[in-house]
T-cell receptor, first 113, second 114 residues
């Protein structure tokens, strides 16, 4: 049972445009969400996180939006750059087992020139 | 500062054998978590150690075990290897296990079981 779902396995965006990566979850106990980026042959790199008490968190070009009623979060990258081409994972955790992250299966983002 | 170091990077083992993977966290980090990444399942949580104690555990069989030493280094052991254990094993470290700064992952150990 996949509790965190990334339904788009891949996404292609032109350089300079906005990239929107989506993530849905089913477990209503999740209250903290993270996004990671992964390049080939490297471990995932933490990008940005959001607590369920917020609905938006920004860090430079990266913004994460959380819609708790829809159990949906999204990562916006503006403007997209070629170096952003990677696999993006969303992850979620529950209070009390904070270290136990449940990951989605990832979305491969390709930023083209 | 040095990142999370996992050794070895690659490993080939035969079915039925056992294997031990090692993870050295970032200096000062006390929490170490292990994940298995496979193409079909994505990243799945194995367990987390904090101050030498297992604090959280995922849904893996007892063949998967781990430990953490007083210097926070951690090892993961898989006994009686099966073909399905072929995967990238990632460890991640964190200062206290909190989420404010996420977890820092190592580059992983790719295990192939033949």
């Amino acid at each position: 049972d996949q509790q965190v779902k990334q339904n788009s396995p891949s996404l292609s965006v032109q350089e300079g445009r906005i990239s929107i990566l989506n993530c849905d979850y089913t477990n209503s106990m999740f209250d903290y969400f993270l996004w990671y980026k992964k390049y080939p042959a490297e471990g995932p790199t933490f990008l940005i996180s959001i607590s369920s008490i917020k609905d938006k968190n920004e860090d430079g070009r990266f913004t994460v939006f959380l819609n708790k009623s829809a159990k949906h979060l999204s990562l916006h990258i503006v403007p997209s750059q070629p170096g952003d081409s990677a696999v993006y994972f969303c992850a979620a955790s529950e209070t009390g087992t904070a270290s136990k992250l449940t990951f989605g299966t990832g979305t491969r983002l390709q930023v083209t020139l | 500062k040095a990142g999370v170091t996992q050794t070895p990077r690659y490993l080939i083992k035969t079915r039925g054998q056992q294997v031990t993977l090692s993870c050295s966290p970032i200096s000062g980090h006390r929490s170490v978590s292990w994940y298995q990444q496979t193409p079909g399942q994505g990243l799945q949580f194995l367990f987390e150690y904090f101050s030498e104690t297992q604090r959280n555990k995922g849904n893996f069989p007892g063949r998967f075990s781990g430990r953490q030493f007083s210097n926070s280094r951690s090892e993961m052991n898989v006994s009686t290897l099966e073909l399905g254990d072929s995967a990238l094993y990632l460890c991640a470290s964190s200062l206290q296990g909190g989420l404010d700064y996420g977890y820092t992952f190592g580059s992983g150990t790719r295990l192939t079981v033949v």
